[in-house]
């Protein structure tokens, strides 16, 4: 059980509960093998191995869920929407991340509970990442 920021916490956490890192880099492979072949997604990375961007997606959700804080300790804040604006995000980015991310939660096999929770933060950051309506 780890820490919580007002006291100790009451149980284990989201991360802790759905496996801890092993499943979020599983969740992150599967999403990158979409997103690599993606006319698209692929465009917004600039690197030519996609494996950096995979390891901060990790890192990110790894800390969001209550694991280890590796993501800040590295990179800061995460400052999602301002990390994300050099690039085009309108709705077709927005849904072609989403179902590529869709995917990559239904190859997990979670308890339905953990699903739900997961695919319900991950439709909210999609969705406030949209920073333009142009094509």
Same mark, same amino acid.
């Given at each position: 059980m780890q820490d919580g920021r007002d006291g100790p916490a009451l149980g284990p956490s989201f991360y802790e509960t759905v496996g801890g890192r092993e499943t979020f880099e599983r969740l992150v492979a599967e999403f990158y093998r979409g997103v690599a072949d993606d006319? +698209? &997604?692929r465009p917004m990375y600039p690197e030519e191995d996609l494996g950096p961007a995979a390891e901060r997606l990790t890192m990110f959700l790894e800390q969001y869920w209550g694991g280890p804080g590796t993501y800040s #300790? /590295?990179?800061? $804040?995460? %400052?999602l929407r301002m990390? $994300? &604006?050099? !690039?085009? +995000? *309108?709705? @077709?980015? %927005?849904d072609r991340w989403l179902a590529h991310m869709r995917h990559a939660v239904?190859? &997990?096999d979670l308890p339905p509970i953990a699903e739900t929770t997961l695919w319900d933060? &991950? /439709? %909210? #950051? #999609? !969705?406030?990442? +949209? *920073?333009? !309506? @142009?094509e």
């Open positions: 006319p +698209v &997604l #300790a /590295q990179r800061g $804040h995460p %400052r990390r $994300h &604006l050099p !690039f085009k +995000v *309108n709705p @077709e980015a %927005r239904d190859t &997990l933060y &991950l /439709q %909210r #950051a #999609a !969705f406030a990442m +949209v *920073n333009t !309506f @142009e």
